[in-house]
């Protein structure tokens, strides 16, 4: 059962453009969403995070929306630069008593120059 | 940033043997976690650590698997012994207490159970 649902899976855009990238969760108990950026070889970092209470988030070229309702949220990467390429992973938790970040299957990014 | 550092890169072993893999936390991290990712796939949880305890665990870690950070050293998970299904690159990660959902992860082990 995966309760975090990314699309799509792959996402090719051009420099300069605006990426956008899709989440949707099941569990209505989650309220903290963070986006992870991954590099070959290199683990997850943490990029931007947002948590239920807000609709929006931003930080520099990158936005989080947030739908409470209908339970979406999606990354918005204005101005895409070809070193955004890289695989993005939401993940959400519920932040009571849990600690489990559930993690989405990723949308792998690629901005060509 | 703060580094999380995973040692080895890449561990190749025989079923029925045991493994350890290492993980060097963000210095002042209190708590501890490690994630599962097969190839293709999302990554999981396996197991969150705090005051040398087990926190939370979840159904993918089996009895053979185990964790300790003995007196401050590693922060090492112990698979013994492997099957064929631990294959996958696990990732270590730490967080510190007053913001634990912030997780900082390491660049992973890539385990191959032959």
């Known amino acids: 059962q995966q309760q975090v649902r990314q699309s799509p899976q792959s996402l090719t855009v051009w420099e300069g453009e605006t990426a956008i990238l899709n989440c949707s969760y099941e569990d209505s108990t989650f309220n903290y969403f963070p986006w992870y950026q991954q590099f070959p070889g290199e683990g997850p970092a943490l990029l931007i995070s947002?948590?239920?209470?807000?609709d929006k988030k931003e930080d520099g070229r990158f936005t989080i929306f947030f739908n409470k309702r209908e339970k979406k949220l999606s990354l918005h990467i204005t101005d895409s630069q070809p070193g955004d390429s890289a695989t993005y992973f939401c993940?959400?938790?519920?932040?009571?008593?849990?600690?489990?970040?559930?993690f989405g299957s990723g949308t792998q990014l690629t901005v060509m120059p | 940033g703060p580094k999380v550092l995973q040692i080895p890169s890449h561990q190749i072993i025989d079923m029925g043997q045991m493994v350890t893999l290492n993980c060097d936390p963000v210095s002042n991290h209190l708590y501890f976690y490690w994630y599962k990712q097969i190839l293709g796939q999302q990554m999981e949880f396996l197991v969150n650590f705090y005051n040398g305890k087990v926190m939370e665990k979840s159904k993918l870690f089996k009895d053979q698997f185990s964790v300790e950070r003995p007196d401050g050293s590693y922060f090492t998970l112990k698979i013994q012994p492997t099957a064929l299904e631990d294959s996958a690159v696990y990732f270590c990660?730490?967080?510190?207490?007053?913001?634990?959902?912030?997780?900082?992860f390491g660049s992973g082990t890539r385990l191959t159970v032959l």
């Open positions: 993940a959400a938790s519920a932040s009571s008593g849990s600690w489990q970040l559930i």
């Open positions: 990660a730490s967080s510190l207490p007053t913001s634990a959902e912030t997780l900082y």
């Open positions: 947002i948590r239920s209470v807000s």
